[in-house]
């Protein structure tokens, strides 16, 4: 039992004693979480030397709440009682920049019948707050956490979209760029200036001693464009670090008073009407001599103590974990032991989507099956975000021991991924960039749209009717995946609709530096308008394709995330296939990541309880299952979602 499980205990007990003099919901949300909440803060920040802080965050967190939009409080208050609403069959996401996708705000919002149409009904907005001009990293080089960048509108523009958002029942998901600020950030204004206290808020230092010790064991985040991780600064004559790149300056969380200030940041955020906060780049929060600084204990106390303070605050915004780690390191961000379940309510199922890009370049699931058995199980009040790319560049996070069972030597195997990916393989239909490429280590990462690394962009260059189509069903089976395994599906914008790689990033000064712009691309609403007109082009086929496993998806109950999930061992290595679950209710959904026809037999099947009669039904056709000589046959990147009726 968590603590919003606790919560909602509370409120119904209090609901049942009517006539007695009841606790406020607010007061009986901090009894229950003040313990933890005290435990947490002095577990970081020694009660001897801080106690007055903490009274400090006590007199914050009533601050916090009554700052709260009344309509939000309501909302928490339904959100709280209709239990784990984000692991909804319902939910389907799509991630955007709102620029990119419709010019501004207003531009968005004149756009939500075409999200419906298509099924969404949770959005990621990238960062939409000022941030320095030119390089800001897309944004997360943030100038505000709550004040909205003028190229995208005003507060009142988002606060209208919103408002429209949970009047369509449409969820919204913002960054919270936790770890850092930009260089232009008020703190770091006035650390320049000279202010020792808001030079605390970072770490700043007067000499190269202390940075060269952190430097021994630092990893490298973007070695080739900024290498290192500490960067002078002439106006305070002290060394700050950054981590990710020059202008973002990391936040010094071992001074309590940066935990109080960015909880109310926080706040200020989720009080636009966002429902999940990102945390951004979570797993660098705490820094220690000696450490990668990277997915450290102190860093997973922190985030809880956050979360706990926001469940105080407002228990109906829940937290997502941006925790692009190694396996077995993604899953403790719901929280381990005392804290299980108690940090992140949602996570990127980062693993999954790079064993996916894994399976389509070896044609094989067997990596994927032995990698997704051997993560122990999620928290049972979480869940995972499902996606096969983002904003961002794909990683390459495989757990080498498994690489190793499963028969490949890690680092060559890693180096045919990224060649089959970024053009070094003569024979690989996919059209990708290497991005961040470290000569030290043979490390890199991959940068594309979908549809370009999944052979679209060749075969439509060859003009090779039978490549395109392979390609349309890659897209089609790796969607499928994400809509059925186990989470909120996250669809990355125009790729429902194919979108191809953009090259127009290498003529801007401002991104040319950064090929993850090859996929960030303007949203094509003159494809979007032909979609019902030309039904045989791949955009078509795919938006048409996808808008139908969405609805199949809402249809089914079973694909409610409860933990439902088994994945099973196929005898055949080219096929993905897992069972979700509903009391005695099931769907089997089977891939074959193989570019020939591949088989499962009648004995195997019948083992795992697929009916093999007229009554077995493949949903996405509609039509039965049929056998060839006791065998179900796929074809080249087929995908089937098998009920037995």
Request: hydrophobic share 35%; glycine share 6%.
């Amino acid at each position: 039992m968590n603590q919003a499980e606790l919560h909602r205990l509370l409120t119904v007990k209090s609901q049942e004693r009517k006539g007695n003099i009841l606790l406020s919901s607010y007061e009986q949300r901090l009894a229950v979480n003040l313990s933890l909440i005290k435990t947490q803060f002095f577990s970081l920040y020694q009660e001897k030397e801080h106690k007055a802080f903490f009274y400090t965050l006590l007199d914050k967190l009533e601050t916090l709440y009554n700052d709260r939009p009344k309509d939000l409080q309501k909302q928490d208050i339904a959100r709280l009682n209709s239990g784990n609403w984000y692991q909804s069959e319902q939910m389907t996401g799509m991630q955007l920049y709102v620029d990119r996708f419709n010019k501004n705000i207003k531009g968005l919002q004149e756009k939500i019948p075409y999200l419906e149409d298509l099924g969404i009904n949770f959005l990621h907005l990238m960062p939409i707050t000022t941030r320095p001009k030119g390089e800001n990293d897309g944004g997360y080089a943030v100038n505000s956490y709550h004040d909205i960048d003028p190229e995208y509108g005003t507060k009142e523009d988002f606060l209208a979209f919103s408002k429209k958002a949970r009047e369509k029942n449409m969820f919204l998901m913002l960054d919270f760029v936790v770890n850092h600020t930009s260089d232009e950030f008020i703190w770091a204004k006035k650390a320049k200036e000279g202010s020792q206290h808001y030079q605390n808020y970072y770490y700043t230092y007067s000499d190269r001693h202390i940075p060269d010790e952190f430097e021994k064991t630092l990893p490298e985040i973007f070695p080739q464009s900024a290498p290192g991780n500490f960067t002078y600064n002439n106006d305070m004559e002290k060394w700050v670090m950054t981590c990710f790149n020059t202008y973002q300056w990391d936040l010094n969380y071992r001074n309590p008073e940066v935990f109080i200030e960015m909880l109310g940041n926080l706040m200020s955020l989720a009080n636009l009407g966002v429902d999940v906060i990102r945390f951004d780049a979570l797993a660098f929060l705490w820094k220690k001599i000696g450490t990668s600084s990277q997915n450290l204990p102190e860093a997973h106390t922190l985030i809880s103590l956050f979360r706990m303070c926001i469940q105080v605050i407002a228990p109906g915004v829940i937290l997502l974990a941006e925790a692009i780690v190694a396996p077995r390191n993604i899953i403790k961000y719901f929280g381990e032991g005392a804290a299980e379940g108690n940090e992140c309510e949602v996570a990127y199922n980062a693993s999954l989507m790079a064993l996916l890009w894994n399976s389509i370049a070896t044609k094989k699931a067997s990596l994927m099956v032995k990698s997704v058995t051997e993560i122990p199980t999620k928290p049972s009040d979480a869940t995972w975000i499902n996606y096969i790319r983002c904003h961002d560049d794909i990683g390459l996070g495989y757990e080498d021991d498994i690489v190793r069972a499963t028969g490949y030597d890690p680092y060559a195997h890693k180096q045919f991924i990224l060649n089959y990916y970024c053009g070094k393989l003569e024979w690989s239909p996919a059209k990708g960039l290497m991005f961040m490429y470290n000569p030290k280590n043979g490390d890199g990462r991959i940068t594309g749209s979908a549809a370009s690394l999944l052979g679209l962009e060749t075969a439509l260059e060859q003009n090779n009717k039978n490549i395109i189509d392979y390609a349309i069903c890659k897209i089609l089976m790796l969607h499928g995946i994400i809509l059925t395994y186990g989470g909120i599906p996250m669809i990355y914008a125009g790729d429902e609709i194919a979108t191809l790689n953009d090259y127009s990033y290498q003529q801007n000064e401002d991104q040319v530096n950064d090929n993850r712009w090859v996929n960030r691309p303007m949203q094509n609403w003159k494809t979007v308008t032909s979609l019902n007109k030309q039904k045989d082009k791949p955009s078509s086929i795919i938006y048409n394709g996808l808008k139908k496993m969405i609805r199949l998806r809402k249809d089914h109950s079973v694909f409610a995330d409860t933990n439902n999930i088994k994945v099973f061992s196929c005898p055949n290595e080219h096929i993905f296939v897992y069972q979700r679950i509903d009391e005695n209710k099931s769907i089997w959904v089977l891939s074959n990541f193989n570019e020939v026809t591949e088989t499962l037999n009648i004995g195997w099947l019948l083992s795992i309880g697929i009916h093999t009669d007229k009554n077995t039904v493949d949903l996405l056709t509609g039509e039965p299952i049929h056998l060839i000589q006791n065998e179900l046959p796929l074809k080249p990147y087929e995908q089937l979602w098998i009920k037995n009726i």
